[in-house]
């Protein structure tokens, strides 16, 4: 979370209005549809805690935890 306050300006510059799914201080994907983004990153990483915000330059981002399994639809 540290890493994305410090490089929001930069992350906004690209990616404004996206969510971007963040591991170890690397953007792995976005999309501007949360839970398809969502989808594409737990099918690849598997089940695992992803800092996903959406990329707003004034907004302060929500930190949840995933603690259960994800369905599939």
């Known amino acids: 979370m540290r890493w994305f306050e410090q490089n929001r300006e930069r992350l906004a510059r690209e990616y404004t209005g996206q969510y971007v799914a963040i591991i170890q201080h690397a953007v792995i994907d976005h999309d ?42």
């Open 32 to 73: 501007a549809d949360f839970d398809a983004l969502a989808r594409r990153v737990f099918a690849h990483v598997g089940t695992r805690n992803v800092f996903m915000p959406q990329v707003n330059p004034k907004a302060t981002p929500l930190r949840v935890r995933l603690t259960t399994t994800v369905a599939e639809p």
